[in-house]
């Protein structure tokens, strides 16, 4: 008998969990751990790169293949000038602290988003941690930085168009496939879980065409607070639902 790959046995309570092929996480809550341990939010986002090691970790554990966190988001930009510099001076840091470990684990990484308004030393560090990873063959880590999915759709609509104009192709022709493949996420599967920290729930233009059957997930703990225990409690969750996609669900069958 083959053992569904899906289905990891939980390390802690020993209980089947069903895991996702491809987990988002929208990491939130930073600055409200900060501000409530009387500290200042960029002391959450240094622990909140901390939950992210851990989180990267478990997904190789349990097995999850694809793993997509938002990090940065275009809207982001509207906070003070020293949060932006200091949350963009963190990329450089994880990516110099943990490029060695990611290599060793096999973690292919992935930065999406636009790389319109970054420094250009900036982007040689984004580029530089994909090619030293692009071989790599065990977890898709996709960091989504500077990313807004609004703003995707709009750079997947303006490519397919040039196509159109170039007579590449024609219009008749355009179908979901042909915007999965524009998308920044082109090859990837879509999400199957999305979980958010921090009680907030909304999706705040987070893969908004990926995540079209995506469960979601909405937990209180601020993302610093984001462990195993976390985790398994969401991946529980996940296990008890019932994925439809239009269809009548097991339970009806
Ligand atoms: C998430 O935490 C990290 C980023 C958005 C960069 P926040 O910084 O949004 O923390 P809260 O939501 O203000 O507590
Ligand atoms: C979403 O969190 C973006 C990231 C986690 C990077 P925000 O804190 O920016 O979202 P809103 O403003 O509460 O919707
Ligand atoms: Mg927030």
Redesign the pocket.
């Known amino acids: 008998m083959s053992i569904d790959p899906a289905i990891a046995a939980d390390p802690v309570q020993h209980a089947p969990v069903r895991v996702p092929e491809h987990l988002g996480v ?3 809550g930073n600055g409200r751990w900060a501000i409530a341990r009387g500290k200042r939010r960029t002391e959450g986002h240094i622990e909140g790169v901390k939950a992210l090691r851990n989180l990267v970790e478990l997904c190789i554990n349990y097995g999850v293949k694809h793993l997509t966190v ?4 275009s ?2 930009w509207t906070r003070p000038r020293e949060e932006v510099a200091f949350i963009f001076n963190l990329l450089r840091r994880f990516v110099a602290s943990d490029l060695q470990r990611l290599i060793r684990n096999n973690v292919k990484v992935r930065i999406i988003g636009t790389r319109e308004g970054l420094e250009p030393s900036l982007v040689r560090v984004i580029d530089d941690v994909e090619a030293k990873t692009a071989g790599n063959t065990g977890l898709v880590l996709v960091v ?1 930085f500077n990313y807004g999915a609004k703003a995707e759709i709009a750079e997947a609509t303006r490519r397919i168009a040039r196509e159109v104009a170039a007579g590449r192709l024609s219009a008749d022709d355009i179908c979901e496939a042909t915007i999965d493949a524009a998308l920044y996420t082109a090859g990837l599967p879509d999400p199957d879980l999305i979980i958010r920290t921090s009680g ?1 729930q ?1 999706i ?1 233009n ?1 893969l908004l065409w990926q995540a079209a059957y995506a469960e979601f997930v909405f937990v209180d703990e601020h993302w610093p607070d984001f462990d195993e225990s976390s985790f398994v409690r969401v991946l529980e969750t996940f296990s008890r639902r019932d994925r439809r996609f239009g269809g009548i669900g097991t339970a009806q069958k």
Not at 70 to 73: A, G, I, L, R, T
């Open positions: 929208i990491m939130d938002f990090s940065f988001s809207e982001n989504a907030e909304r705040s987070f």
